[in-house]
C-alpha cells in the first residue's frame, strides 16, 4: 500500500520559515519523480515544485528563490524549504509521487501565513 505522509505545516509570520516534509512508503521512491502542491482556500491546486528521479528540479515562478525542494533517497524523503514567506503562500501543501502513469498523493499539511 502507497503512502505518502506530510508534515511541518503550521502558523508563521510573514518574512518566517517552515520545513516541509513527505516521507513515503509502498513504493521504489528512487524511481519516483517528488512533487509539491498546493491549494488555497477557494481555490484550485497548483503546481510549486518538483525534483526528478534524477535530481532535477523545476518550481512556480512566484516561489522561485524562496522555495527549495531536495530528497534523501536514504530516508524515501522528500522535503520542500520555504523562506521569506508571505500570506498569499497560505494553503494545504500536498505531496506526489509520479512515475510512469502512475500518480501518488498525500493528505496535505496546512501552512498559514498570518500575523
Known amino acids: 500500500q502507497v503512502q505518502l505522509v506530510e508534515s511541518g505545516g503550521g502558523l508563521v509570520q510573514p518574512g518566517g520559515s517552515l520545513r516541509l516534509s513527505c516521507v513515503a512508503s509502498?513504493?521504489?521512491?528512487?524511481?519516483?519523480?517528488m512533487g509539491w502542491y498546493r491549494q488555497a482556500p477557494g481555490k484550485q491546486r497548483e503546481f510549486v515544485a518538483i525534483?526528478?528521479?534524477?535530481?532535477?528540479?523545476n518550481y512556480l515562478r512566484s516561489v522561485k528563490g524562496r522555495v527549495t525542494i531536495s530528497r534523501d533517497n536514504a530516508e524515501n524523503t522528500v522535503y520542500l524549504q520555504m523562506n521569506s514567506l508571505k500570506p498569499e503562500d497560505t494553503a494545504v501543501y500536498y505531496c506526489?509521487?509520479?512515475?510512469?502513469?502512475?500518480?501518488?498523493w498525500g493528505k496535505g499539511t496546512l501552512v498559514t501565513v498570518s500575523s
Open positions: 506526489a509521487a509520479s512515475w510512469s502513469s502512475r500518480t501518488y
Open positions: 509502498g513504493i521504489i521512491f528512487s524511481n519516483y519523480d
Open positions: 525534483i526528478t528521479s534524477g535530481g532535477n528540479t
